[in-house]
């Protein structure tokens, strides 16, 4: 969908020029008339056709029975009616020139095969008319800037008109997200609860969101991702912040894997590293996605050095913790500012770092100063001040700390976080009274003041993944096709792509070994019959002469003969000693090629320290990977291991990236063991999954 669709969408849906709502009764327990009441009540400006099975009226407005009757327009219609019923009323639709349908019918697909008939009968008439539609199985939308109040749940129109758009795939927790957004007196710019999305996905909200002037920031519950490489691809070029929440996360039982890459890249793993990647921000509870929208109606934090303010010693504490966790520095406050700070402490016990301790000051005209003294040091990025105050005693003077906080965020364009620790009560007066965000928990704050400050460092990398050339692209593929059943293809591969292979030599047995052999070397069996080698005796190491490797090769083929269809021995040069590490590839049937990298050799499946991002990836990318690991200390160098050329393993990662972008016949590919020397990275062993 292109921006000029996405436009259009964004009109249709919640800019229409008038409503058709079907399924309309003046019964008491009928839905459809609750969002006749909500467009009332949101003082819609469009006229409001109302169809039911019985003629009536309700509100003012007259209740027909012949949709025919409708006048033709650009309308958005509201369907909520039994699900076998929707297919003739979406004809209807189509015959009327009603291009925009919101259907909030259940009893579709999630209710078996039956209602899986119905969908595809509602794909198809939708596909003749070009009629676009939400649903089925949906809450339905809201968008209080436009008036439109088209959910069947009665709702009033509180929310802070603002620059939050929300698509959510239940409409249950939708409605929560909806009543969080209210209670931290957030800004509500559009709402759509999307159900099945058989039509409209995630995907086409981000779009329609992005180009929606009054969004500012774009929420999404999903429970599923209809095509993930789609949706990566459109939340990497979105230029507004991103928060998603993806439920169901559980891992979906496979058939077993033929390498380690696909077996160690569970479906939520891959998500997580395309959300992170695209620059957006994965939460896990609706409390971090108000935290993070909190963060974000301050100016942005552009840096990582923090000042901290507290007016007890054991929030100063918390804070630093908290701040160490959300990747923030506490550089010392200059002497003229800690001089400027008042002296007349009632204990001078208290040491004046940062954090900085309050202590036993209690003028709250110093507090407003020593939190402007803050904001105005330069080299400090963002301001946290924690408050406790007991509200009947100091509420009044406290309160004053809000609208002085947002003074000082816009004059020194930097945020200053507020966490109040005070009773509910107040918390809920804060809350009516002030639109300037403010926080309840300390770890909260810093947690989303550092996930905005990561969002804006990922906007600014303009790094390039690395790939092949048409040409590269184009050899490599054809030593795919030539060698596509090969055992020895991923070896081959290997040197194809410049990554640097031990001299190697391939036979079908002993009368085929050449001549021209340099020893040690190590001898292996490639063969279906072993696909973990050290385990299955499959492997020789270090033989020394002909004669040791004549026993090695008998060794292996009393074992693992005949060798044929692609099997072979493999005479290999043995490398330096050196940390071993594994660099794999799989293709993920929503996401498309995936990269991985972490501790490999015997280790991979027992430490299961890996790191996935989605090809392609840039020498940048490939060095995150690594910096991830817990196993990154190996690549200095300890006991014994000589410390390794991070370059050169993150040129493997990127060449492979790219080989799964040129080659899409390769489904798995697992370079084990990579050894990393100071000079080079060796491939000794690879494995590839052809189609």
Request: charged share 25%.
């Amino acid at each position: 969908m292109e921006n000029d669709d996405a436009r259009a969408l964004l009109e249709g849906f919640f800019n229409p020029k008038g409503v058709v709502v079907f399924g309309v009764s003046t019964k008491k327990e009928n839905l459809a008339k609750n969002i006749v009441a909500n467009l009332i009540e949101f003082r819609f400006k469009g006229p409001i056709f109302l169809v039911g099975q019985k003629e009536g009226y309700l509100f003012g407005h007259r209740i027909i029975t012949n949709p025919e009757e409708i006048p033709e327009g650009d309308f958005l219609a509201m369907v909520l009616t039994p699900a076998r019923t929707v297919p003739s009323i979406l004809e209807v639709c189509g015959r009327k020139g009603i291009r925009f349908v919101v259907v909030q019918s259940g009893g579709f697909r999630e209710l078996g095969a039956e209602g899986e008939r119905l969908e595809m009968a509602i794909n198809e008439i939708a596909k003749k008319y070009g009629i676009r539609f939400i649903g089925p199985n949906c809450l339905g939308i809201l968008s209080p800037i436009s008036g439109l109040g088209c959910v069947f749940m009665p709702v009033k129109d509180y929310w802070r008109h603002g620059g939050v758009s929300v698509a959510a795939q239940s409409g249950g927790v939708g409605v929560t997200y909806l009543y969080q957004l209210a209670s931290e007196n957030i800004g509500l710019s559009r709402f759509a609860s999307i159900g099945n999305k058989n039509d409209i996905d995630e995907t086409d909200f981000l779009r329609m969101f992005g180009e929606d002037e009054s969004t500012k920031a774009i929420a999404l519950y999903l429970e599923s991702i209809s095509d993930g490489r789609k949706f990566y691809e459109t939340l990497k070029a979105q230029k507004k912040p991103v928060v998603v929440q993806k439920a169901n996360r559980t891992f979906s039982s496979k058939e077993i894997a033929y390498s380690h890459t696909a077996a160690l890249a569970t479906d939520d793993r891959i998500v997580d590293c395309a959300i992170k990647q695209a620059g957006a921000q994965r939460v896990y509870s609706m409390a971090q996605m108000a935290a993070f929208l909190k963060a974000l109606l301050m100016p942005p934090c552009k840096g990582r050095n923090l000042a901290i303010i507290a007016r007890s010693g054991g929030h100063a504490v918390i804070a630093a913790d908290a701040a160490d966790d959300a990747g923030f520095l506490l550089p010392p406050y200059p002497p003229e500012y800690i001089a400027s700070v008042p002296s007349s402490f009632a204990s001078e016990v208290i040491k004046r770092t940062n954090p900085l301790d309050l202590g036993d000051l209690y003028d709250f005209d110093a507090y407003a100063k020593i939190l402007e003294g803050a904001c105005r040091l330069e080299g400090f990025d963002a301001v946290l001040m924690v408050h406790e105050y007991f509200a009947v005693i100091e509420g009044e003077e406290s309160r004053k700390l809000v609208p002085k906080a947002q003074e000082l965020a816009q004059k020194y364009q930097k945020p200053v976080a507020l966490v109040l620790v005070t009773d509910e009560r107040e918390t809920a007066y804060l809350k009516r009274v002030y639109d300037y965000p403010f926080f309840t928990s300390i770890e909260d704050a810093l947690w989303a003041l550092g996930a905005v400050r990561r969002y804006f460092e990922a906007k600014e990398r303009h790094d390039e993944p690395f790939v092949f050339d048409e040409e590269t692209a184009e050899r490599l593929r054809k030593v795919v096709h030539e060698h596509a059943q090969d055992m020895a293809l991923g070896l081959l591969l290997c040197k194809e792509m410049g990554l640097c292979v031990p001299d190697f030599w391939l036979a079908k047995g002993i009368e085929d070994i050449p001549e021209d052999v340099k020893f040690p070397v190590a001898v292996k069996a490639l063969t279906r019959k072993a696909v973990h080698k050290s385990d299955e005796g499959a492997l020789v190491l270090g033989v020394k002469d002909k004669a040791e490797m004549e026993r090695a090769i008998r060794q292996l083929e009393e074992r693992f003969a005949p060798f044929g269809g692609g099997e072979y021995l493999l005479i290999q040069s043995m490398v330096p000693k050196g940390s071993e590490w594994i660099v794999g590839g799989m293709r993920d049937l929503s996401f498309g090629p995936v990269v991985m990298t972490g501790a490999g050799g015997i280790f991979v499946e027992v430490l299961k320290d890996t790191a996935l991002r989605l090809a392609p990836v840039s020498k940048q990318d490939a060095m995150e990977m690594l910096k991830s690991l817990k196993a990154v200390p190996l690549l200095e160098g300890v006991r014994g291991i000589e410390k390794a050329n991070k370059d050169a393993l993150c040129d493997v990662i990127t060449r492979v990236s790219a080989l799964l972008c040129a080659c899409e016949d390769i489904k798995e590919i697992d370079l084990n063991p990579c050894i990393a020397s100071q000079n080079q990275i060796f491939v000794v062993d690879a494995r590839v999954r052809v189609g």
